[in-house]
């Protein structure tokens, strides 16, 4: 291995471009992440939809193309820049962690999605908070993290009810990155969320896109077509 597991990272700027380009249209992210994401939104036609942490700008444009008034945040300033050039100027793109307070007026949005955002968070307290304080009452929060039970499959020596921190080695484009992630149980997940103020609408193990099993015949090995990566919540604001 090329990186080094002691000197883990979150900062996203120094493999962007490598990172844009190994999930448009892998497995993971292209046929089973953001088709799933869309499903669960639904019809969004005329609905006000801010993403956080949108990246490189591939959910969104989705969502655009669907209709949505979208609005984008993320922390990385190269993708930020990625996500500019394949949106446009017509869509509200901002430099903003969802650890600090969200540059937005209350009940600005209908919906909002935190898709593989939270699990690199410590404290999940002030970002639910503010992802609360920015819906319209009833609106939704799609939410993406690493499904917890995986954790316990990958690390068997770990402690499942613990709420910790572990890092993680991942190649994009032939560019090795180690990433850290906080592992939450599913109970400790849950009760966050409902102490935000949130009813919990669904959670979701979703089957990858169809064709997946065709084009991905390596990764996509179970019967059912299924398998086993993030837990997916939707979240209404209550």
Not at 13 to 29: K, M, P, Q, R, V
Not at 53 to 70: H, I, K, Q, Y
């Amino acid at each position: 291995m090329s990186s080094d597991l002691d000197a883990p990272t979150t900062d996203y700027d120094g493999f962007a471009e490598a990172y844009a380009a190994e999930t448009e249209s892998n497995l993971i992210n292209g046929h089973y992440t953001r088709p799933a994401v869309l499903d669960l939104a639904g019809d969004v036609t005329g609905r006000r939809i801010l993403d956080v942490g949108c990246g490189a700008g591939p959910l969104l444009e989705s969502l655009r193309d669907r209709g949505a008034v979208v609005t984008g945040i993320e922390p990385s300033a190269e993708m930020l820049e990625l996500a500019k050039r394949r949106l446009g100027e017509d869509v509200d793109l901002r430099l903003a962690d969802l650890q600090d307070p969200l540059p937005f007026p209350d009940n600005a949005f209908d919906d909002a999605i935190a898709c593989l955002v939270l699990h690199y968070l410590e404290d999940w307290t002030a970002p639910l908070a503010e992802l609360r304080r920015v819906l319209v009452p009833g609106g939704r929060v799609i939410v993406v993290v690493n499904h917890p039970y995986v954790y316990r499959l990958l690390h068997p020596e770990g402690d499942y009810f613990a709420t910790h921190e572990y890092a993680e080695e991942y190649t994009f484009g032939g560019q090795s990155v180690v990433l850290t992630h906080w592992h939450r149980p599913l109970p400790t997940i849950t009760a966050a969320f409902i102490e935000a103020g949130f009813r919990i609408a669904s959670i979701t193990e979703p089957p990858p896109a169809p064709g997946a099993r065709e084009r991905f015949p390596d990764l996509v090995t179970s019967p059912s077509g299924s398998f086993l990566c993030f837990l997916f919540f939707v979240l209404e604001a209550a």
